[in-house]
């Protein structure tokens, strides 16, 4: 029975006892290296490195790099600080937006120990606190922000966690360098729909894309019908400027020359003998024409109240061509000089003669 008791495996309160005992007895811990040096009086410190020394368990100094003389036995190395840039993996954790979205978040953090003496008396393990800290102020600074806002503003995010970090770990103679996010987990539902709305973003901008294109070829197609319109409605009109300043203008001058060629005629024809009777026939005969044509184009005439007479229509004919040409007649006598009167009877005299004889 009393072996049966001695290999009886210890019960659950032993195992605690036992595991309280085992971190009362630990070391003091350390960082970087796997165990501290032993003091053996002279010691060579690497670069970069700074060794906490305790003289009968109270702090004595900080060994530089290079060589370095202590006491053994009464000196201690408690400490060893490394001032190198440590990088340490923030693990995933789950955060909460503003929109009430869970997300699973990790990190990367860059530290760097300004002061050995802080980091070794100030916290007892400097990482872990970072950590922690680390933690804490993302999920906070997640809660500030939307889900969009987070994608968008992460390099804002990551500035807002060092300073945080900075603030409290002055006091730890830590000093974080940049906090990097690594990953970002969205639940599946959250994912399948932002994917459903970067589809649907695409389907609206292609469509807006399509209407501007539709618009565009419309637009380029109206102001193609208007160039040609004009250019049409130009070359019509210099045709008919050409047209006008050739062909046309050509009819109308000989037209207007032969017109000229025969009241030239006509104006010699009548200063000859007997030429006011030529007139008073030509008058008369374009009359008895011109009442010939009466009431053919419509059924509304209008007739003078002498119509039969027409010896006293042509009587009023010639009597407005003599009140015509008689200014001429003025104008001409007033040219003539006084030395060179002619004797002869004025022609309005002699018109009027030739009148009585006619009728």
């Not at 979205?101 to 953090?109: H, K, W």
């Not at 120990?113 to 802080?118: G, T």
Request: proline residues 6%; contains cysteine; aromatic residues 4%.
């Amino acid at each position: 029975a009393g072996r049966w008791s001695q290999s009886r495996p210890p019960s659950s309160l032993q195992r605690s006892q036992q595991l309280k005992r085992s971190v009362w007895l630990s070391p003091a811990p350390h960082r970087m290296n796997s165990g501290l040096p032993v003091n053996i009086g002279v010691l060579f410190v690497p670069q970069q490195e700074a060794w906490v020394v305790e003289r009968m368990g109270k702090f004595h100094r900080i060994l530089e790099p290079g060589l370095n003389f202590l006491i053994p036995l009464l000196d201690r190395i408690r400490y060893v600080q490394s001032l190198k840039e440590i990088v340490i993996n923030v693990p995933e954790q789950s955060a909460v937006t503003l929109d009430n979205v869970t997300l699973q978040i990790d990190g990367v953090l860059y530290l760097r120990v300004m002061d050995p003496y802080k980091a070794s008396y100030g916290v007892e393990d400097p990482e872990y606190a970072v950590t922690q800290l680390a933690q804490t102020t993302m999920r906070s600074e997640l809660g500030k922000l939307s889900l969009d806002r987070v994608f968008r503003e992460r390099e804002s995010l990551n500035a807002s966690i060092v300073d945080a970090i900075n603030q409290a770990s002055d006091c730890w103679g830590i000093r974080c360098l940049r906090y990097e996010i690594k990953d970002i987990h969205v639940p599946p539902r959250v994912k399948e729909s932002m994917q459903m709305q970067v589809e649907a973003e695409r389907r609206k901008r292609a469509t807006v894309l399509e209407s501007e294109g539709t618009r565009e070829s419309a637009i380029n197609v109206a102001e193609g019908q208007k160039q040609a319109q004009i250019l049409a409605s130009e070359a019509e009109k210099a045709e008919q400027i050409n047209k006008a300043a050739g062909r046309e203008a050509n009819a109308m001058l000989v037209k207007a020359r032969a017109k000229a060629e025969a009241i030239q005629l006509l104006a010699a024809a009548l200063a000859q003998q007997h030429g006011s009777a030529a007139a008073s026939l030509s008058v008369a005969e374009q009359y008895v024409s011109a009442f010939s044509k009466l009431a053919k184009d419509s059924n509304t005439v209008l007739l003078p109240a002498n119509t039969g007479d027409v010896t006293n229509m042509v009587a009023q004919a010639l009597g407005i061509y003599t009140t015509l040409t008689k200014p001429q007649a003025v104008k001409t006598q007033d040219k003539v000089p006084p030395a060179h009167e002619d004797p002869q009877p004025p022609r309005t005299e002699v018109l009027k003669a030739e009148d009585g004889n006619s009728s």
